[in-house]
């Protein structure tokens, strides 16, 4: 070979080499794993100062900050998922959070908190306010509440679980593995993660590519190879410590018979119940005695003593009621300040003890959604009292709807001690429509849904000893509560026809009069009996009837 082919080879051969080695680059390129390391910092979006929340494998808009070395929780956060029982007043800078001890306390900037009369000295404030926002100690928050809290820096991240009843598939990494960005290793990675480490599988992403998203302990979600995935189990988050349960008592009778008397004026208060001798079955009654009469937290009394012993003397039980009923008073107002609220709470108590009665009955009615958390506050607070007083506290609750679900019945049911249905107003006067006061179905269904909240044993079920008799008069609908006696000479002074309705577990009549439609679904011995049937069906704490008077002696057997 001449000289100059055997250049004309080589370079040949040097091209060809070259060429190769571009196509082996690029498909190198292409296959070939990412070693480019993401920011974390972008995966959190944390600006300075900042540390990103992570609940229940969720990541929060809202971020905890850091401030003089300490790391603080909005406070809306914290109750709404670190600790429910963390309550905060904005109007007058106080933390309360209730213990089966007592109520903790502290003030804005107060670098300590109380219980009762002992005081313990914080390393921080407890409560902040910073730019118009109030923020809770995050060491505050880990030393009573019983979630899993955790932190981590690089990037600052705290990870918080909280459902202690939801399952989760955990795997377990066979070797060292890079945690990618994206479902391929052709992605950035955001860290490696060691070979064994514990990493909770995430179940609405799909697996693409042969990888799964996963999320690790210390709160990263990223991609793994699905084949690196061993030990696959489901099971719940391990929690270090169970919450903390309050002391709650009984009316010391196997089941409970309330029927509450509505006395209004302090000559009415002082007698008992006129028909308390054929109220056999009745072992508990709740006179009408408090009503809030300011937003300060006061209230009238018509709490006798007198009274007091004429019904134990009958053997029966009281159970004073206190309301908000009163015109002009704003229960928002009362509630959301510390100082209306123990004042409320301290005086009730007071009253109780002073009467010598035996159990309080919280009747706050048409709360709106934004009193719901304050109303919660206040039947904890009143409920430590109580049990230190051996009073029996029980509240009481419309059936539950949508609209009412602020009211919070299963937290009600960890605090109290009876949380009482009232089982009654399905028609009500302003009904669009006539019908039954209580049907059974309807009745029945308002104790389903709460006892999916509430122990069935801390469930009284109220019932109705009224009636409305409803007018239909030129297309327009009026009606008037009226007693069992009252509604039986109704229908028979019109002779109006009644059958028994078993829709609604009712007897049911009508009658024309004077031009105007009447109609009638009775609460008798009958359709009552079907109702207190549904105490013993669903092993309920007992039955209650609004109100005393509006009944016939037949009801008590």
Not at 68 to 86: E, Q
Not at 341 to 370: H, K, M, P, T, Y
Not at 502 to 521: A, L, P, R
Request: proline share 3%.
């Amino acid at each position: 070979m001449g000289k100059r082919k055997k250049v004309v080879w080589i370079a040949f051969v040097i091209a060809i080499l070259l060429v190769m080695a571009l196509i082996a680059i690029v498909i190198y390129k292409k296959v070939a794993p990412s070693h480019v390391q993401a920011n974390l910092n972008k995966l959190f979006e944390l600006k300075a100062g900042e540390e990103a929340v992570l609940i229940d494998d969720e990541l929060q808009d809202e971020k905890a900050i850091k401030a003089d070395g300490y790391t603080y929780v909005p406070a809306d956060m914290a109750s709404a998922y670190l600790d429910n029982r963390i309550f905060v007043d904005r109007l007058e800078g106080v933390l309360a959070y209730t213990t089966s001890q007592g109520v903790i306390q502290a003030r804005e900037n107060a670098a300590s908190y109380t219980l009762g009369k002992d005081t313990k000295e914080t390393q921080e404030p407890v409560l902040r306010k910073i730019d118009k926002t109030y923020y809770v100690s995050l060491s505050f928050i880990k030393e009573h509440s019983s979630n899993y809290i955790q932190e981590y820096s690089n990037p600052s991240r705290m990870v918080v679980m909280t459902d202690r009843d939801k399952t989760h598939t955990f795997a377990v990494l066979s070797k060292d593995t890079d945690l990618r960005t994206g479902p391929g290793k052709r992605y950035p990675y955001w860290v490696e993660v060691s070979e064994g480490a514990k990493v909770l599988v995430e179940t609405k992403t799909k697996e693409e590519n042969g990888y799964t998203a996963v999320t690790t302990e210390d709160g990263i979600t990223g991609y793994v190879p699905t084949d690196r995935l061993t030990q696959k189990k489901e099971g719940t988050w391990e929690f270090d410590s169970e919450p903390e349960s309050f002391k709650q008592q009984t009316a010391g009778t196997k089941t409970v018979c309330l029927g509450w008397h509505q006395v209004t004026t302090e000559q009415s208060s002082k007698a008992i119940y006129s028909g308390i001798s054929s109220a056999g079955a009745m072992n508990v009654i709740a006179p009408t005695w408090f009503s809030l009469s300011d937003n300060e937290g006061n209230f009238t009394s018509l709490a006798d003593s007198g009274y007091v012993a004429q019904a134990h003397g009958a053997g029966k039980k009281v159970w004073g009621l206190v309301d908000n009923f009163t015109q002009d008073i704003s229960t928002y107002e009362v509630l959301s300040r510390t100082s209306s609220r123990q004042n409320l709470v301290s005086q009730l108590v007071n009253a109780a003890v002073g009467a010598g009665i035996d159990g309080i009955n919280v009747d706050f009615e048409q709360l709106s959604e934004d009193v719901g958390v304050h109303f919660l506050e206040f039947l904890r607070e009143l409920s430590i009292e109580c049990h230190k007083n051996n009073l029996v506290l029980s509240v009481d609750n419309p059936v539950p709807e949508d609209f009412t679900s602020h009211y919070d019945r299963a937290e009600q049911g960890k605090v109290v001690d009876y949380v009482i249905i009232m089982g009654y107003d399905e028609h009500y006067v302003g009904s669009e429509e006539a019908g039954s006061v209580a049907s059974l179905p309807w009745v029945e269904k308002g104790i389903q849904d709460t006892i999916a909240e509430v122990p069935a044993q801390r469930v009284i079920n109220a019932v109705p000893f009224y009636t409305r008799l409803w007018k239909t008069e030129a297309g327009s609908l009026s009606s008037e509560a009226i007693g069992m006696d009252t509604a039986q000479e109704v229908v028979n002074t019109n002779n109006a026809q009644v059958y028994w309705d078993s829709d609604v577990s009712q007897n049911y009549g009508s009658f024309e009069k004077d031009g105007c439609t009447y109609q009638i679904w009775i609460e008798d011995s009958q359709s009552i009996a079907a109702k207190v049937q549904l105490v013993q069906k669903y092993n309920l704490a007992g039955v209650a009837a609004w109100k005393l008077g509006f009944e016939n002696s037949s009801i008590w057997q």
